[in-house]
Nanobody
Framework: QVQLVESGGGLLQAGGSLRLSCAAS????????LGWFRQAPGKEREFVGG????????YYPDSVKGRFTITRGNAKNTVYLQMNSRKPEDTAIYYC?????????????????WGQGTQVTVSS
């Protein structure tokens, strides 16, 4: 049974950094993308980056490029989302997801498995 468990969210002030973790278990993720999405109240789920488990290649949308970084941890099957220069508009529930690698990294439909999400609230 595949499980994705996010952690590290909270209530924070603008500025500074925050690191979210995603612990993945239940299968081998070779050939998979581990992606991060966020969803703010009243808005659609938004892709904020992903990493190929096989190659380590990362991809970010322009909206977060240069501020967000995704890495794989030394711990088995752990992926991190580093958020720098926090902004109030980063407030959302953040989800990690896993799906077979494809060209459509940013589409939620690419991903077969989802975590329960972790809330990040950034105040000004």
């Amino acid at each position: 049974q595949v499980q994705l468990v996010e952690s590290g969210g909270g209530l924070l002030q603008a500025g500074g950094s925050l690191r979210l973790s995603c612990a993945a278990s239940g299968r081998t993720f070779l050939g998979y993308i581990l992606g991060w999405f966020r969803q703010a109240p009243g808005k659609e789920r938004e892709f904020v980056g992903g990493i190929s488990w096989t190659s380590g290649t990362t991809y970010y949308p322009d909206s977060v490029k240069g501020r967000f970084t995704i890495t794989r941890g030394n711990a088995k099957n752990t992926v991190y989302l580093q958020m720098n220069s926090r902004k109030p508009e980063d407030t959302a529930i953040y989800y990690c997801a896993a799906g077979r690698i494809s060209r459509a990294w940013a589409l939620p439909s690419t991903y077969d498995y989802w975590g329960q999400g972790t809330q990040v609230t950034v105040s000004s």
